[in-house]
């Protein structure tokens, strides 16, 4: 499938890992392509590194009716949601729709199934684009840094998008069911109650910061 291009990146996800978020880089190459790790990196040019930003701090609370600029964090968070929209040729209002929904700007939140951080990435999903860790533990901490977290998350709703033939609603419902579950139910939202309900909520914050009725 087309949208996989690059999505299995040409870093060794087990060869030096850091612990520590300031060590995870990201570059665009030759093709548009953008590639995260925390491997040692390739020796490319305009190599750029994630650090941690120290001015995103608190614990907001989700709130599934406010609108998402009145959310405690938004201020803070959004440099780096519409930094990490342009790389990844993404409609900022939807970044910003899905970091809303999944944590309601929270950077150290953390789900019952183990996602984390702002757009609440799974490990599992960051390792698939580079960035790995030797333990559950670290790779939490590695992914609470809002930069990194933004930046994974991005990535694989630009990949969603794509192979969903730009279908808000699917690459939305993938984003929190998974590509599969899309998938086995016909590319059509999975019947699941949380999903159906996170699909709403997303669509009715992007609704809001794009100021579209419907």
């Given amino acids: 499938m087309g949208w996989v291009r690059a999505a299995w990146l040409i870093v060794g996800l087990v060869a030096a890992p850091c612990a520590h978020a300031n060590g995870v880089w990201t570059y665009v190459d030759a093709q548009g392509v953008t590639h995260i790790g925390n491997a040692p990196p390739p020796p ?9 930003d120290d001015r995103i701090k608190g614990a907001p609370q989700r709130s599934a009716g406010a ?99 730009g279908e808000l609603e699917l690459a939305v419902a993938a984003y929190n069911a998974g590509e599969g579950a899309v998938l086995r139910h016909g590319r059509r939202i999975p019947p699941y109650p949380e999903t159906q309900q996170y699909v709403a909520r997303v669509m009715r914050f992007y609704r809001a910061l794009t100021g579209r009725s419907g």
Avoid at 44 to 52: A, C, I, M, P, S
Wanted: proline share 8%; glycine share 6%.
């Fill in 44 to 52: 490319v040019k305009r190599l750029e590194w994630l650090g941690f």
């Fill in 67 to 165: 609108h998402p600029t009145r959310l405690p964090g938004y201020a803070t968070v959004r440099p780096l949601l519409e930094s990490a929209a342009q790389r990844h040729a993404l409609d900022p209002e939807l970044v910003t729709a899905i970091a809303a929904a999944e944590s309601g700007f929270r950077p150290d939140a953390v789900s019952h199934k183990g996602a984390v951080g702002l757009m609440q990435v799974m490990p599992a999903t960051a390792a698939r684009y580079g960035v790995s860790a030797p333990s559950p533990q670290q790779a939490s901490a590695l992914l609470k840094n809002p930069d990194v977290n933004v930046q994974v998350g991005a990535r694989y709703l630009a990949d969603l998008l794509q192979m969903f033939d």
